[in-house]
Structure formats: structure tokens, C-alpha cells
């Protein structure tokens, strides 16, 4: 069983999509970033994504590129995020999954880090650098661990790959809204729909969709389509524009808030 | 000349790109897509006579290639060993460079692409990518760290001067290693339209083949030309790794000949044993950067540390993954040079033959004047070395000038 799914059960219980908030380990210290997790929870947040930070993050845009660098540089390590998965899942009882890219999972050592991220309490990894076919390690050390494993797919995914990566898949799949890096966008995607849709014919996995949303009614539209909404810079813009963490949290709550209301009113 | 760029058979990477246990594809799955289309262009390419026939011409007529392989008599008399100079440096754009940008913007058309982008550290790849960009009429964007544009500020003009946007990174260490983040960035949300046209044997699959590929003549050129000049093979190649692009340009040649040692030599900057070094080799682990798993200027945490060189095209924190397979499996010798001995390698070339280096290749030439004694010794008679001067120092008159404190007050 995943370990995230009864998110999705609940959700679908409920007849909504799941809200995915993301926030890195460490920003803007261990303990804020704690703080603001439990925040976003607290708020109508679902599930935690806690981005573990890289330096030299090849996906991100620059808000959350410039969130990683603030906790980097205040010196969080691993260990500390899998102190913060444990600390936010104890506090919370959501779900908490981790996302980062491969060279610090492949440093801490996979089956050990495996190990470690089920210890704490976390539901599983989404990999943003790593792609099934150099995953030989992680998916023994996920089987071994029992933790999901998100893999990404793009509109620019042939059908064969959708197909290949979603079986390689546990928990949901991670549908990346448009051609592009993290950032909240504007407008909504026109291609994220004919990709949840593509891969609706390839894998009953629920199906999250990220990048380019931070508004309530964005949240809603791809509600519509999508099993999870994923947001990640919209809400970690609230911390980063703050005066101090006070103003931070409260905007933060605000917007997970707004969030949480637009996947309860579905634009179908 | 024949066909340079046509590889033999059976050599690695395999087809998934791995050179050993270095290699690979990390990279977000938004761009499989596209280097699946480039391996496919690239793979038609290299066994089509069209392609190759235009790419040879190309070589020949517009960059001047086969570069000379030139008898430095004055310098051997120093170092102790015969040195033969490749001069990468006479080729048009400065460089080896314009080898692997002709190659790739020639693909580039090929696929229909309109607009190419590249990193740059010391200009010198930003500069022959901009020069390929105006020949075959292609939009181009050139990300460089900040840190380099102030380094390098005649680079950047000569870019511009070429048309070519150039594009300040302030990310990071503003340094290469964020101008290639940054270009990555571009390339995922724009790949429909964009060639990412890396400028050394690195990144994902198919990057370190097909870069390797375009250069390698280099090594076909020199081991010819060494033959004729000698009758016999070197005993030595020396070059200076950075991505590595122009040592794995020469060396691969030479690979199959069990008697030639080759010789990287990275940059060790104010010694590796400070820290403060670009020796990913020398002083790096195992890890994943860049699309790639190589070695790696890391933290126990997998964080990449910044890297220093005196040299803005050697200041990189890791190194084409073929050269970690060279190295591990032993065909290769990687030693660090620091910054002095570089420099004194420099003016030394300067003095005796009246070649002004590019502070990459003095590095080479700094090696080489290292390992001569000792290959002396061995062999039990003046060596022969073949050092790639990869491209030439104009680039970097700024930065020597103070080092060695000779520019006037403005």
C-alpha cells in the first residue's frame, strides 16, 4: 500500500483533489521552516512536499532557488531534513513526501537515506534529476523500505515513456504542468489537461500537476483534471517577502488557505 | 583529410551513455525528449557522407584545421623534453572550441532549430559558439557567470560584436558552474526551439560522446603529424582538464596506443590541499552534476563546492565523465597544476618561442615541464611530448598583466 494513497482515498472521499504545499528544509531556518509546515497544515494544506536543497537545482526557478540558498547557507544538512520530515509528520499526521534532486540522496548513501526517510516518518521521494532508468538503486532500496517513488513526466513525455515512467511509479505521478521551470505563472496550463488525459490511459496512479500555480482559482482549475494540486513558489513567496516570520506565516496561512478553497471549488 | 569525427566502432559509452560507473542521464524528464532527438540527429549525422563531408570542409576551410603540430626547440631546451606544440591556438575563434561548435551547429540546422544557447567561463566557448550562431544565422544566447564577465570583459564584447546576447548570471558562485544551471533552465522551457550547445565533454547523454566526437580530430591530426615529424608516436600527451573537452580531443587517439602516456592536468589553483582548487579529479568524489555522474567538488552532503582557478575556463567543480572512466581505469594520469606553476609556465612559453598561451593550456604546458624529468629518467633518454596548446592567452593579457604586476595605471 502507499503510504500517501490515504491522502488521495480521503480526498476522493470527499469528491476534491488533494492540495500539495512545498516548502525546503531549512528555509528560512530548521525551526521556521518547521513552523511553517505545520502552518501550511494547520491552514488546509494535505500533504507536505519538503524540497531537501541542492546547489545547483536545475528545475527550480528562482524563488525557490533563492529559498534553498538562504537554508544552505544557514548550513541545513540532510540529517536536518529528515529531523524536520519527522518533527512536521509527528506534529501534523499529514503525509509527508520529499522531494530533491539526486546527488545529495546518492551522498548519504540510497539505501541508507531509504532507510532513514522511513524512520522518520516520510511517505516517499519525487525525483526531479532522476529518471527510471538510472533508478536501479533507489527503486531496490524503495521496495526494500516500503516508500513510494515519484517519478516526473512532461508534456514533451512520448506515450511509450508516460507509459514506462508511470509503472515505474508508487503514491501518485507527477504531471509537470508546462515546459519550464518552478515558478508561479499568470496563466494556467493548456498543456497539463492533455497530459493528465494522456496519462489517464496509461495508469490508474493519481495524478498530481505542478508548476506555474499560486492562486486559489488556478488551484480550482486544475482541481478540475488533476488528483493533486501541487504549489510550491507562490507559497514559499509568502516567507521570502515577509517583513519577519510573523507577516510570513500569517501570509502563508492566508494563502494555503485560499488554496485549500479553490480544490474544494473545482473548475469542471 | 579524412573523416575526423567518425569514432571507431566498439568504444564507449554504451548506448544508454555510460563510461563505466560515470555517465548517464540525470536530468528532469522535460528534456529526454530533446536529447533523445539529439542522440538520433547526432547518430543519422556521423554516418551520413553529407554530414561529415560538409563538418570536414567546415574544419578545413573556415576554422583551419589541421592545426600545426609545431617543434617548440627553445622550450624543449628548458623543460628537458622534446616538445611538440598542437596549435589549437591558430584555429579561427582562438581555440579548439570551433571544432565542437561547428559540429553542433551544423546538427542544430539539421533539427530544424533556430536558436542556440551555451555556458561560458572564460568567453572562449561563448565566443565560438556566437561565431557559429552568425554563420549559420541562429539566434544566440550566452549564459556567463558574473564573476566571468569581469574577468573576461573582452569576451564579452567580441560575443556581442558577433550578435549574440549575453546574459550575466548572479546565481551561486557566478561562476560557469551557474551559467550552466541557468542555461539548463533555458533549455527545459524552451526546447521546442532552442539547441543547448554544451561547450565541453560533459552533461547528459549524448553530450560527452558527441562533443568528444567533434574534437577528437585533434588527436587523429596530432598522432599523424607526429609521425611524420619523428617516425615514431609520443611518449607523452599532456593537456589541461577543465570539462576536459580539449583533452579528450587529443587523447582519444591515442587511447588504443598502450605507449603513450596521457597526462590530464587539472587545475590545482592555490593547491589542493587549501581547498581552493578546480581539481575535481584530483581532489573530487564520485557524484552527480549536471546531467552527469562524474567526479565531483562536493560536501559530505552531495552541496557542490565552489571551485577556483586562476584560469576562468578551468573554474569548474567537475569534469567530463569519460575522464573519470580514463582515470579510474587507469589509461589516464590526472595531476593537479596550481596557479603559480601555470604562470610560470606561461611566461616561459611567452620568453621562449613567442607564444602568448591561454591560461588553460599553460596548465598543460606547467605538466609537462613536471613530468619531464621523471619520464627522462624512465625512459633513459629525452622524452618526447605532444602538449595541446588549446587556445590562445589574448583572452587572458588582463589577468596576467597583474599577476605579474606589468599593466600600466590607467
Redesign the interface.
Given at each position: 500500500m502507499s503510504r500517501i494513497g490515504v491522502a488521495f482515498d480521503k480526498a476522493r472521499a470527499d469528491g476534491r483533489a488533494v492540495l500539495v504545499g512545498c516548502m525546503p528544509a531549512g528555509f528560512p531556518t530548521v525551526e521556521g521552516s518547521i513552523a511553517a509546515m505545520i502552518a501550511m497544515v494547520e491552514a488546509g494544506v494535505d500533504v507536505i512536499e519538503m524540497e531537501i536543497p541542492y546547489s545547483d537545482p536545475v528545475m527550480d526557478g528562482p524563488v525557490i532557488q533563492k529559498a534553498s540558498d538562504i537554508a544552505l547557507a544557514g548550513g541545513v544538512r540532510t540529517a536536518d531534513a529528515l529531523r524536520i520530515v519527522d518533527t512536521v509528520a509527528a506534529a501534523t499526521g499529514a503525509p509527508v513526501v520529499t522531494m530533491t534532486y539526486w546527488n545529495p540522496i546518492e551522498q548519504y548513501g540510497v539505501d541508507s537515506f531509504a532507510r532513514d526517510l522511513a524512520a522518520a516518518g516520510g511517505t516517499g521521494l519525487i525525483t526531479p534529476d532522476l529518471i527510471p532508468e538510472e533508478a536501479g538503486e533507489w527503486l531496490a532500496a524503495s521496495e526494500a523500505h516500503g516508500l513510494d517513488r515519484t517519478f516526473l513526466v512532461s508534456p514533451s513525455s512520448t506515450d511509450a515513456r508516460l507509459k514506462m515512467t508511470a509503472e515505474h511509479c508508487r503514491g501518485f505521478v507527477y504531471a509537470t504542468a508546462i515546459m519550464g521551470v518552478t515558478g508561479a505563472r499568470s496563466q494556467t496550463s493548456e498543456a497539463a489537461p492533455i497530459l493528465v488525459s494522456r496519462l489517464r490511459e496509461v495508469t490508474d496512479l493519481p495524478v498530481g500537476v505542478g508548476l506555474g500555480v499560486g492562486t486559489g482559482a488556478q488551484a480550482g482549475t486544475v482541481a478540475g483534471y488533476a488528483d493533486a494540486v501541487i504549489v510550491g513558489s507562490a507559497l514559499i513567496r509568502c516567507l521570502l517577502d515577509a517583513p519577519d516570520q510573523a507577516a510570513g506565516l500569517t501570509a502563508l496561512r492566508a494563502l494555503s488557505a485560499e488554496l485549500a478553497e479553490g480544490v474544494r471549488n473545482p473548475a469542471r | 583529410m579524412s573523416t575526423d569525427a567518425a569514432a571507431p566502432a566498439g568504444q564507449l559509452p554504451d548506448s544508454?551513455g555510460h563510461f563505466g560507473r560515470f555517465g548517464?542521464?540525470?536530468?528532469?524528464?522535460?528534456l529526454?525528449?530533446?536529447l533523445d532527438e539529439l542522440d538520433a540527429a547526432y547518430r543519422k549525422a556521423m554516418t551520413d557522407e553529407d554530414f561529415l563531408a560538409e563538418f570536414d570542409a567546415l574544419l578545413r576551410d573556415y576554422a583551419g584545421t589541421p592545426s600545426l603540430l609545431y617543434e617548440a626547440r627553445r622550450l624543449s631546451a628548458q623543460i628537458g623534453a622534446r616538445v611538440l606544440l598542437k596549435r589549437e591556438d591558430l584555429n579561427h575563434t582562438g581555440a579548439h572550441k570551433v571544432r565542437n561548435v561547428l559540429g553542433q551547429a551544423l546538427l542544430t540546422k539539421r533539427m530544424g532549430k533556430r536558436r542556440v544557447i551555451a555556458e561560458t567561463g572564460a568567453g572562449q566557448h561563448g565566443v565560438a559558439t556566437a561565431t557559429a550562431a552568425a554563420l549559420f544565422d541562429l539566434e544566440c544566447v550566452v549564459y556567463m557567470g558574473e564573476v566571468d564577465t569581469e574577468r573576461q570583459a573582452l569576451n564579452v564584447a567580441r560575443m556581442r560584436m558577433l550578435g549574440a546576447t549575453v546574459v550575466p548570471v548572479t546565481?551561486?558562485s557566478r561562476t560557469l558552474?551557474d551559467a550552466m544551471?541557468e542555461a539548463?533552465?533555458d533549455w527545459?522551457?524552451?526546447?521546442?526551439s532552442t539547441h543547448y550547445l554544451i561547450g565541453t565533454a560533459a552533461g547528459p547523454h549524448p553530450f560527452p560522446e558527441m562533443v568528444r566526437d567533434f574534437v577528437r580530430g585533434i588527436g587523429v591530426e596530432a598522432r599523424q603529424q607526429c609521425l611524420d615529424l619523428t617516425g615514431a608516436l609520443p611518449d607523452a600527451v599532456a593537456a589541461c582538464v577543465g570539462g576536459g573537452s580539449n583533452a579528450l580531443g587529443i587523447f582519444h587517439a591515442f587511447v588504443p596506443d598502450a605507449g603513450v602516456r596521457l597526462y590530464g592536468f587539472e587545475a590545482g589553483g592555490e593547491g589542493v590541499a587549501t581547498g581552493r582548487h578546480a581539481a575535481s579529479i584530483t581532489g573530487g568524489s564520485a557524484?552527480?552534476?549536471?546531467?552527469t555522474r562524474t567526479y565531483?567538488l562536493?560536501n559530505?552532503?552531495?552541496?557542490?563546492v565552489e571551485s577556483h582557478s586562476i584560469s576562468a575556463g578551468l573554474d569548474y567543480p567537475g569534469v567530463g565523465p569519460e575522464h573519470a572512466w580514463l582515470h579510474d581505469s587507469g589509461r589516464a594520469t590526472y595531476l593537479p597544476v596550481d596557479d603559480d606553476e601555470a604562470m610560470a609556465a606561461f611566461e616561459l612559453l611567452c620568453r621562449t618561442e613567442g607564444i602568448i598561451p591561454a591560461l588553460e593550456s599553460s596548465h598543460a604546458l606547467a605538466g609537462a615541464r613536471k613530468i619531464a624529468p621523471q619520464l627522462a629518467a624512465e625512459l633513459g633518454r629525452e622524452p618526447v611530448i605532444v602538449v595541446n596548446l588549446s587556445g590562445r592567452g589574448d583572452k587572458d593579457v588582463h589577468t596576467a598583466g597583474a599577476y605579474f604586476g606589468i599593466l600600466d595605471k590607467e
Open positions: - | 544508454a548517464g542521464r540525470f536530468v528532469p524528464e522535460a529526454v525528449a530533446a546565481t551561486g558552474k544551471n539548463m533552465r527545459v522551457a524552451n526546447v521546442d557524484g552527480v552534476l549536471h546531467g565531483v562536493q559530505e552532503d552531495g552541496q557542490t
